[in-house]
C-alpha cells in the first residue's frame, strides 16, 4: 500500500463511524443510554434511610442545642428582671429616703424659721415693756426724749444705752 491509498482507508473510516453518529442522534439514541448502572432497589432503599436516619439525628441534636440556648438565654433573662427589680426598689428606697429627708429638712427649716420670729417677736415685746418703765419712770416723756428712745430702740440700736435703762429701772 502507499501512503495515498493508506490516508483514504482512514478517510472512508471516519466517513463511516461519522455516518453512524449522525444516525445514533438522528433516532435519539447515545452511547450513554445503552452503558446505564442499574443500582440495586436495596441500596437505593439502605441509601434513604442513612440519609434519613442522619436528618433526623442533626435535627435532634440541633434541637438539643436550641433548647439549652433557650434554657440559657431564659435564665439570663430571669436574672436581669430580678436584677432590675432590686435596682427599681433600691431607686424607690432612695426616692423614699429623699422625700423623708426633704420632710425633715422643711419641718426642721419652719420651726427654726418659727424659733427666730419668737425670738425677734420676744424681744420687740422686753423692749416695749422696758420703754413703758422708762416713761413710767421719769413722770412722761415730751417728743425729743420720744425721738430719741426711737433712734436707740430701732434706728441705730445701742446694747449700752439700753442696759444703762435696764439698771436705772431697777
Same mark, same amino acid.
Given at each position: 500500500?502507499?501512503?495515498?491509498?493508506?490516508?483514504?482507508?482512514?478517510?472512508?473510516?471516519?466517513?463511516?463511524?461519522?455516518?453512524?453518529?449522525?444516525?445514533?442522534?438522528?433516532?435519539?439514541?447515545?452511547?450513554?443510554?445503552?452503558?446505564?448502572?442499574?443500582?440495586?432497589?436495596?441500596?437505593?432503599?439502605?441509601?434513604?434511610?442513612?440519609?434519613?436516619?442522619?436528618?433526623?439525628?442533626?435535627?435532634?441534636?440541633?434541637?438539643?442545642?436550641?433548647?439549652?440556648?433557650?434554657?440559657?438565654?431564659?435564665?439570663?433573662?430571669?436574672?436581669?428582671?430580678?436584677?432590675?427589680?432590686?435596682?427599681?426598689?433600691?431607686?424607690?428606697?432612695?426616692? @423614699?429616703? *429623699? =422625700?423623708?429627708?426633704?420632710?425633715?429638712?422643711? $419641718?426642721?427649716?419652719?420651726? %427654726?424659721?418659727?424659733?427666730? /420670729?419668737? !425670738?425677734?417677736?420676744?424681744?420687740?415685746?422686753?423692749?416695749?415693756? @422696758?420703754? *413703758? =418703765?422708762?416713761?413710767?419712770?421719769?413722770?412722761? $416723756?415730751?417728743?425729743?426724749? %420720744?425721738?430719741?428712745?426711737? /433712734?436707740? !430702740?430701732?434706728?441705730?440700736?445701742?446694747?449700752?444705752?439700753?442696759?444703762?435703762?435696764?439698771?436705772?429701772?431697777?
Amino acid at each position: 500500500m502507499r501512503k495515498n491509498d493508506f490516508i483514504t482507508a482512514i478517510f472512508e473510516e471516519i466517513k463511516e463511524s461519522l455516518l453512524v453518529i449522525d444516525g445514533k442522534l438522528e433516532n435519539g439514541q447515545s452511547g450513554d443510554e445503552k452503558r446505564k448502572i442499574v443500582i440495586p432497589k436495596e441500596l437505593v432503599e439502605f441509601l434513604n434511610r442513612s440519609i434519613d436516619q442522619s436528618v433526623r439525628e442533626n435535627i435532634s441534636r440541633l434541637n438539643l442545642s436550641s433548647q439549652d440556648q433557650f434554657r440559657d438565654l431564659n435564665q439570663k433573662l430571669g436574672g436581669l428582671i430580678h436584677s432590675v427589680k432590686e435596682l427599681t426598689k433600691v431607686r424607690r428606697k432612695r426616692k @423614699l429616703i *429623699f =422625700r423623708k429627708l426633704v420632710v425633715w429638712q422643711s $419641718i426642721s427649716a419652719l420651726l %427654726l424659721m418659727i424659733g427666730l /420670729t419668737l !425670738f425677734i417677736h420676744n424681744r420687740q415685746l422686753s423692749d416695749n415693756a @422696758l420703754k *413703758f =418703765r422708762y416713761i413710767e419712770a421719769c413722770g412722761g $416723756i415730751d417728743s425729743k426724749k %420720744l425721738l430719741k428712745l426711737d /433712734t436707740v !430702740f430701732h434706728v441705730n440700736r445701742d446694747e449700752l444705752v439700753i442696759e444703762k435703762m435696764k439698771n436705772k429701772d431697777q
